[in-house]
């Protein structure tokens, strides 16, 4: 490595850890300006560390690992819902069914079924504790297992949290890996993804499990690249069983199995008409969906009862009948909304945006090539991002899977995105907390913008092919 490229790619490093350091162990949620400082300060850091070419992938990797680290013994301070996942993980070492209860009806009733009972409420919310539970089986074992090494202390179970977080993404590198090398694509890909601040501090810093979820799913799609469907199956369900969102992709594996021809060369070439069905494939897409399903309900028995169904229906219900956070297109609906009716009204609004996903979905499952699997990814990432795009609510984490799909495709607006989502956390410095709405609008203009300028590209690609 050259002398110069040596010393800045040391720079870059040295700046970057004190930079986490800070946001880790010194940064308060309500200090807005020292936030993006630090933030934009980082994605620098990050952007130029990428863009050397002297840097070896394991440096890369052994780089990614030791900014995770420094947030091992940092509480999270962006984020509270830490504390449900430690109260449902001690809920279930005590032997409670976490989905049958709420934590405010045992803080009401002076009862405390968990170690730091008050502690663990009064730092999820009132908001929180007023809800069922809502994260799937192999969430709650995470936290379970935070439980089982650490049931006395909050500091304890943060660390186990942090380190489960930690080996998902590192398996996330391994087989995002494997994957960018089997469909011929830089394995330096990867990086924009486990190198990428956001990632860093959304995922290890305030312990959100999209990073456990997205390792089933990356895992999964690296089997089903292999042709091993039924492994591919199995992975798939234990990563819906993290977070639910993997359950908008299903419908989009129908052209993986049922048309013929999964060569990534030639598919291009191929038109959707002339392509027949493979009934063989047909049965095995039947197969493979009833895999998926069989194993998330099978996931979920240990926590059933006449109650489950419903509780935790109307958990996942509110995000589409009551929340609102960093909209795009839903802010719109409401505004024409306020305008006619004098009224919000997401009671409606929120019904009708799922609708105009599975619309969407359908669309692009039967009208769009998605036989090979850069196609595919490159469908669940539209999907994905027009699902965000009209729903309610998008939180901040929420952009790690259209962050880890882009590493598979030839688009970088979700690293954009990533850029700019931190001007929502603007909301948390005003008391009582708002949304800024221009931050949201200016965010949203960033990446339409982006968006637009890499479609268009692409299409001028293929006007140059032509």
């Known amino acids: 490595m050259p002398f110069s490229e040596k010393n800045k790619a040391i720079f870059l490093i040295s700046f970057s850890i004190i930079f986490y350091f800070i946001f880790a162990y010194f940064l308060e949620r309500t200090a807005f300006f020292s936030l993006i400082t630090l933030w934009f300060s980082l994605f620098a850091c990050f952007y130029f560390l990428l863009k050397n070419n002297n840097i070896s992938f394991t440096t890369y990797a052994g780089i990614a690992i030791l900014f995770r680290l420094i947030f091992l013994f940092a509480i999270p301070n962006l984020s509270q819902d830490f504390y449900r996942f430690i109260w449902d993980g001690r809920m279930i070492l005590n032997g409670f069914n976490p989905y049958l209860s709420l934590p405010e009806t045992f803080i009401q009733q002076n009862l405390a079924p968990v170690s730091d009972a008050n502690t663990l ?30 049931s006395k202390s909050i500091f304890g179970a943060v660390i186990v949290l942090k380190l489960i977080i930690i080996l998902a993404d590192i398996g996330i590198l391994y087989f995002g890996k494997k994957l960018l090398e089997r469909l011929k694509l830089p394995v330096k890909n990867i990086f924009w993804y486990i190198l990428n601040p956001f990632i860093i501090i959304e995922m290890t810093g305030n312990l959100h499990f999209e990073s456990v979820m997205l390792f089933f799913l990356v895992w999964g799609l690296y089997k089903l690249h292999q042709q091993k469907w039924i492994w591919a199956a199995i992975l798939i369900a234990c990563s819906i069983s993290v977070k639910l969102i993997p359950l908008l992709f299903l419908p989009l594996f129908f052209q993986w199995f049922v048309k013929k021809n ?26 493979f969906y009833t895999i998926i399903i069989a194993i998330t309900i099978l996931l979920f028995l240990p926590f059933y009862s006449s109650e489950l169904i419903a509780n935790y229906s109307n958990s996942v219900g509110l995000w589409f009948r009551n929340f609102e956070f960093n909209a795009s297109f839903y802010y719109v609906f409401r505004e024409i909304g306020y305008l006619f009716r004098g009224y919000n009204e997401i009671a409606i609004i929120g019904k009708i945006t799922p609708i105009l996903t599975i619309l969407f979905l359908v669309i692009v499952t039967f009208s769009r090539n998605n036989k090979t699997l850069i196609q595919l990814i490159t469908s669940m990432l539209f999907c994905l991002c027009f699902y965000y795009f009209t729903a309610t609510t998008v939180h901040p984490w929420y952009l790690a899977t259209p962050l880890i799909l882009s590493v598979f495709t030839k688009y970088k607006f979700p690293v954009v995105w990533s850029l700019v989502i931190i001007l929502t956390y603007q909301a948390y410095a005003n008391t009582p907390w708002e949304e800024n709405l221009w931050l949201v609008f200016i965010e949203y203009l960033i990446v339409f913008s982006f968006l637009i300028i890499e479609l268009r590209k692409k299409n001028q690609n293929k006007e140059i092919v032509k």
Do not use: R, W
């Open 121 to 150: 409420y009064t730092g999820m919310g009132t908001l929180n504790g007023s809800h069922y539970t809502n994260y799937p089986p192999i969430n709650q074992l995470c936290f379970l297992i935070a439980a089982i090494f650490s």
């Open 262 to 287: 999964n060569n990534e060369a030639t598919v291009e070439t191929t038109s959707l008409a002339k392509q027949k069905l493979d009934y063989k494939g047909f049965f095995n897409l039947i197969s």
